[in-house]
């Protein structure tokens, strides 16, 4: 998310959930929420079309939404601030 100190949009992004499904339920408070107070994730449930074999279907999907979990980066003290694991200050 962007700050609006500058004059910029704020943006929400979520990777691997529908764009309606960000829109209408995934608010700000929800990413200050995982990143700083609760480390757990939260879950999208959503309809979605699939298809397989050229059959369409709907299906109810239920997906990682957001979540604090970073498998590729060094995770200070402070809880926000992050280094690429082999950084020289991570010792």
Same mark, same amino acid.
Not at 17 to 33: A, G, I
Not at 71 to 87: A, V
């Given at each position: %998310?962007?700050?609006?100190?500058? !004059?910029?949009?704020?943006? +929400? /992004?979520? +990777?691997?959930? /529908? ?11 929800? @990413?200050?929420?995982?990143? +700083?107070?609760? /480390? #757990?994730?939260? %879950? *999208?449930? @959503?309809?979605t079309f699939k298809? =397989?074999?050229?059959?369409?279907? =709907?299906? #109810? %999907? =239920?997906?990682?939404?957001?979540? *604090? @979990?970073? &498998? +590729?980066? @060094?995770?200070?003290? &402070?809880?926000?601030? =992050?280094?690429?694991? !082999?950084?020289? #200050?991570? !010792?």
């Open positions: %998310m962007y700050s609006l100190d500058c !004059g910029e949009k704020s943006q +929400k /992004k979520v +990777k691997g959930v /529908k764009k309606q499904y960000v829109k209408k339920k995934v608010v700000h408070k929800d @990413f200050l929420r995982v990143l +700083k107070r609760e /480390k #757990r994730s939260t %879950m *999208a449930k @959503f309809n298809s =397989t074999n050229h059959v369409i279907n =709907t299906v #109810r %999907m =239920t997906k990682v939404c957001l979540s *604090a @979990f970073d &498998d +590729k980066r @060094f995770i200070l003290p &402070d809880g926000i601030s =992050t280094l690429p694991y !082999g950084h020289y #200050r991570i !010792g």
